[in-house]
């Protein structure tokens, strides 16, 4: 019945397209072979699970008309794939040939049910396939090992705590050295000023030691702290009036950058006695940043301290932790140490501290590889230190002396300088 109702249609659409295909002779061969298309039923073999327009009622789908079975030729000739299937070769779910492979469209399950029930074939996952092909790769490479560091290891008993960096920290420590002359300012940089001096720049940094205690700050952030004022008075004129307010903007934006917790603006217009307001330092703040570029991270004396420290063994020695950084700050309120670089102030002050406690090897060997300096090169700023030592229980700045000589710096500062460091007194006539 079905084949009969879409003859019938397919007569009626060729009796009101008879008039249209008398005129055009060319085309009428193509619309007749089209339309005798669709007056057959699909094929039984055909794989897709869309049912006949025919028999649904409803027209052809592109995809239908795309699928339907070749045309038969005028003159009794037919493609070859129109041969096979009105001879019946192909038939839905006949067995397949040995060695023929399934199509993509048989492999797709027709229903939600037949996907449900239609067995998982477990394949490789990407995350392991890249794993495989990871290894297949560096397997076939040959790997070679790193060159050995000519400096003596001091850090493999650091290799399994990620915090010390022990895979890098001798590259730091060579790209602090290469760096350390860009970030440090000329010994004589006092004498641009026109209205401060090297004696108020000491009593500034005196103060702000006072100040740094007070907060209970970090000690790099004291360190970088002295380095901007030094690098932002190079660069620009300043009056005495303005020196303060430089000092505790140096000091808040060292506090931004080292410190967990830094202290707000309002605790540094407290700590000045208020003598610059809360928009005066805040707009220092944009000055001497832009001054100076924004560069911040910079390696100073404390830095280079901690890694001589553990390259002569006395990191775990508190005595002379203590006194050596006493030392170091000792030369920071000194405009006269401005002359020396930071790592060699560092080793010359870690060298004077073995020496105050009666060290048996006053400078290893693996002090001196690490931070590559000579004795004959150290020994002339440990004697300037020893003599900074031997001064500052008596001089008018003491603000470190006095942080010092606490019991919680196991009273550093009252160490006796060693005396074969101390410059040579003239003879007395």
């Not at 229903?111 to 495989?132: D, F, H, K, W």
């Not at 220092?284 to 910079?298: G, P, S, V």
Request: aromatic residues 6%; charged residues 20%; glycine residues 4%.
């Amino acid at each position: 019945m079905a084949m009969r109702a879409a003859n019938q249609v397919a007569e009626g659409e060729n009796g009101v397209l008879s008039n249209v295909m008398a005129g055009k002779a060319a085309a009428g061969a193509k619309a007749a072979v089209s339309l005798q298309g669709q007056s057959k039923r699909r094929a039984l073999g055909d794989l897709s699970n869309q049912q006949p327009a025919a028999a649904a009622g409803k027209p052809a789908l592109a995809k239908d008309k795309a699928t339907a079975p070749a045309p038969v030729l005028e003159g009794g000739v037919k493609t070859r794939a129109a041969a096979k299937r009105a001879d019946g070769a192909v038939i839905k779910d006949a067995p397949m040939p040995t060695g023929a492979t399934l199509r993509p469209a048989q492999l797709v399950p027709r229903t939600r049910a037949q996907a449900a029930q239609a067995p998982r074939v477990q394949g490789p996952s990407m995350s392991s396939l890249l794993s495989q092909r990871s290894e297949a790769f560096v397997g076939s490479q040959s790997v070679r090992a790193p060159p050995p560091s000519p400096l003596p290891d001091i850090d493999s008993g650091d290799k399994l705590n990620p915090l010390m960096a022990a895979d890098y920290v001798n590259d730091i420590y060579y790209f602090y050295k290469r760096v350390e002359p860009k970030y440090k300012v000329p010994a004589d940089y006092m004498d641009k000023q026109t209205d401060i001096n090297e004696k108020m720049r000491a009593i500034l940094i005196d103060w702000l030691v006072e100040v740094h205690l007070k907060f209970k700050l970090m000690p790099e952030t004291l360190f970088l702290t002295v380095n901007l004022i030094d690098r932002f008075l190079n660069e620009k004129q300043v009056t005495r009036k303005n020196l303060q307010l430089v000092g505790v903007t140096s000091m808040l934006i060292a506090s931004k950058y080292e410190e967990i917790w830094a202290p707000e603006v309002r605790d540094f217009v407290y700590i000045s006695d208020r003598a610059y307001t809360k928009e005066q330092i805040l707009g220092m703040e944009k000055i001497m940043l832009n001054t100076l570029k924004f560069q911040l991270t910079l390696p100073t004396t404390y830095n280079f301290l901690a890694r001589d420290l553990k390259a002569a063994n006395m990191h775990f020695d508190k005595d002379v932790t203590m006194l050596s950084s006493y030392l170091i700050e000792l030369a920071q309120v000194d405009a006269d140490m401005l002359q020396y670089n930071y790592s060699i102030i560092a080793v010359a002050a870690l060298h004077v501290a073995m020496c105050a406690y009666d060290k048996p090897d006053t400078y290893p060997r693996a002090l001196e590889k690490h931070c590559g300096y000579t004795m004959q090169e150290v020994q002339p700023v440990a004697s300037a230190l020893a003599e900074l030592m031997q001064k500052a229980p008596t001089s008018s700045l003491t603000a470190v002396w006095k942080k010092y000589s606490s019991s919680k710096y196991n009273e550093a500062a009252k160490r006796t300088p060693p005396a074969h460091l101390l410059p040579q007194q003239p003879p007395i006539a």
